[in-house]
């Protein structure tokens, strides 16, 4: 196969996965802590999807953007699960 057919197979379950993600979140019927893996795991797919495109451009600088988003997901994801544990919820 060629790198091509690859990533863009890659992109295609990305967004599919980050889509599938987005739909959980606008649930009526799910809870705080349901939002927030759904919304935790809709950045782990989309900084999967900017990693799959940056290795298929071949720049560099889209790096730097994976790993700030990585941190930011992470520390906020974090921080909710700290509030949802003190809450009781």
Not at 29 to 46: E, K, Q, T
Not at 61 to 85: C, K, M, N, P, Q
Request: hydrophobic share 60%; proline share 0%; net charge positive.
């Amino acid at each position: 196969m060629t790198t091509g057919v690859l990533t863009g197979a890659a992109t295609v379950l990305l967004v599919g996965a980050v889509a599938l993600h987005l739909l959980r979140i606008v649930r009526r019927d799910s809870s705080l802590a349901d939002r927030v893996v759904a919304v935790d795991s809709a950045l782990i797919a989309f900084v999967g999807l900017l990693a799959v495109l940056t290795a298929s451009s071949g720049r560099a600088d889209h790096a730097d953007l994976v790993l700030v988003i990585s941190l930011l997901a992470f520390i906020g994801t974090v921080t909710v699960a700290r509030y949802i544990e003190r809450r009781g919820a």
